[in-house]
């Protein structure tokens, strides 16, 4: 419609990228104390609790702040690229989102290249049958 706002013409899209927003800048700054015990989570054997850190994970990449808490710790894309592979297709999707947003900064992508077998991950779970994890690995 003529001289109305996007905001207005879709409300209920806007106020869930809103709440989106609002969740992963609360959990970049609930989260960082406690991203090493996330690492812990995926380092040990795949635990049925690789699926909650994962997705916390991927919050926490949603905001520039938890991206680069993230980032801090040289594990991390080491253990996303081990989801990747996984075969678990809520770890995969996840991780791949988590890799997306890492990859928007430049050390993320620089660290993406350099963990051996990451970009062969990436472009093998872009033949997922998952539209979330195809569209997440580009």
């Not at 015990?37 to 991927?58: G, I, P, Y």
């Not at 702040?65 to 995969?92: E, F, I, Y």
């Amino acid at each position: 419609a003529k001289g109305t706002s996007p905001q207005q013409e879709h409300p209920s899209t806007w106020a869930q990228l809103y709440a989106q927003e609002y969740v992963a800048r609360m959990a970049s700054t609930t989260y960082p104390l406690s991203i090493p015990a996330m690492m812990s989570v995926l380092d040990d054997e795949r635990t049925a609790n690789s699926q909650e850190a994962v997705f916390a994970m991927s919050l926490v990449s949603c905001d520039e702040n938890g991206r680069t808490a993230l980032l801090q710790d040289p594990r991390c894309c080491r253990l996303l690229s081990g989801l990747l592979q996984s075969g678990d297709t809520v770890c995969v999707r996840f991780a791949a989102l988590c890799m997306a947003n890492l990859s928007l900064e430049e050390e993320g992508r620089e660290i993406i290249t350099d963990v051996a077998g990451c970009m062969e991950a990436l472009v093998d779970d872009v033949r997922s049958s998952d539209a979330d994890v195809q569209r997440f690995c580009l």
